[in-house]
């Protein structure tokens, strides 16, 4: 099938043949073949939703607002209380989730999956029976996520590596400080866990500050010792927005040389990594929805265009440089932090695409339209808003 008239960033002419799933050329003045007529839209390669959890969404129950907070750990209590009380399978509400993000454009997902002793392994058996039967509309890879604690909550070290063996891809962790006041034990645990299995992990640190900054010292140490160079993400990394200048400089560099990557959901009141500086100095930063509508917020709705433009609105950027590079953390830097082969719009990668109604990635990101064709392997999947 080729794909004409179609635009690409800059506003010029493009076509794209794909054959077998993949994209075999592409260039302005293409023809032959079966066609399609792009109408005139902006081609951008598919979104990459590089952090999400899939398992705790309460997508298509009914409107719940924040009831918990203030500290991490009340948040924690209460998603227990609220998840024991749910009664719609998680294949249903990730499924209704997983319909929404393709139809947005999303054809690449990394979940964290809750692995915890009140629940065991039931939410990975859940997962991965729902990603055999999205297998061939989304890629989706997992981590085992301890998120009521790892050394605090005996037994769960277990489960995570119950959860390695049944096929979840990388280890994960959470605050070794905050949460389990042993950050050397943590991070000794599941960094010795990730070699076990040849994992890379993801590790959630919310803590702040110089305590938040000390970490990331000891896990790019333990990343270095360990051989993991591009196989570890840090998820929010808030301290590095909270430290000096040549601080932030002195952890970039070591973050960058060991290719550790870092995401961040663009909230808007708490400081985050910056990206701008950190991306200049070699860092791979991608942004990522983290929860929708779950029971810490019911913010979100799965359009990685929205993530994008979150981004973009945090730093006030205006520019066209700046919104490419806020897209790009939703596409190309989000598909290389989570090890994605095969990404991009070039020959010989995979064809997953969309075809949208904007006129530059910039309007893209400020208007974020519902009028989408969604390409994925070669193949028209979701057509402005609706599963084709
Ligand atoms: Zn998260």
């Given amino acids: 099938m080729l794909y004409t008239n179609l635009r690409d960033a800059t506003g010029n002419p493009v076509a794209l043949r794909c054959e077998a799933g993949k994209i075999v050329e592409i260039g302005p003045n293409l023809a032959g073949g079966p066609e399609m007529d792009g109408g005139g839209r902006l081609l951008m390669p598919a979104f990459v939703e590089p952090h999400v959890h899939l398992d705790k969404t309460l997508y298509g129950e009914p409107w719940m607002a924040t009831s918990a907070g203030p500290a991490l750990r009340d948040y924690i209590d209460n998603e227990r209380r609220v998840l024991a009380r749910q009664t719609t399978p998680i294949s249903v509400r990730a499924g209704k989730l997983l319909e929404r993000m393709l139809c947005y454009g999303t054809t690449a997902i990394r979940s964290h999956i809750d692995v915890a002793p009140d629940i065991g392994v039931k939410h990975v058996e859940a997962m991965l029976e729902l990603r055999a039967v999205w297998r061939d509309r989304i890629d989706m890879q997992f981590v085992a996520f301890p998120q009521t604690g790892l050394l605090s909550q005996p037994g769960t070290a277990d489960l995570m590596r119950q959860a390695m063996t049944m096929g979840v891809e990388t280890v994960g962790g959470l605050d070794p400080a905050g949460i389990d006041g042993d950050p050397d034990g943590q991070l000794r645990l599941i960094f010795g866990m990730a070699e076990e299995f040849g994992a890379g992990l993801d590790i959630h640190l919310h803590d702040k500050g110089e305590l938040g900054a000390w970490q990331i010292e000891r896990i790019a140490d333990y990343t270095q010792g360990a051989g993991l160079q591009g196989r570890v993400m840090i998820s929010h990394a808030y301290c590095l927005g909270m430290i000096p200048e040549w601080r932030l400089e002195k952890i970039g560099r070591r973050l960058a040389d060991l290719q550790i990557s870092l995401m961040t959901s663009a909230p808007a009141e708490t400081p985050i990594p910056p990206v701008q500086p950190l991306t200049e100095m070699g860092v791979t930063v991608c942004c990522g929805s983290d929860g929708i509508r779950d029971s ?10 929205e993530r994008a433009f979150f981004t973009a609105y945090k730093y006030d950027w ?55 064709r969604v390409v994925r392997a070669g193949r028209v999947v979701a057509k402005d808003g609706r599963l084709v």
Wanted: charged letters at 20%; hydrophobic letters at 45%; one cysteine or more.
């Fill in 318 to 372: 205006g520019r066209d440089s700046e919104f490419a590079l806020a897209l790009a953390c939703a596409t190309t830097h989000a598909a290389r932090a989570i090890g994605l082969a095969g990404y991009g719009l070039a020959p010989g990668n995979r064809a997953d695409f969309l075809m949208i109604d904007a006129e530059t990635p910039g309007d893209a990101l400020c208007r974020r339209p519902h009028a989408r």
């Fill in 296 to 305: 810490w917020s019911p913010v979100g709705n799965g359009d990685m265009l």
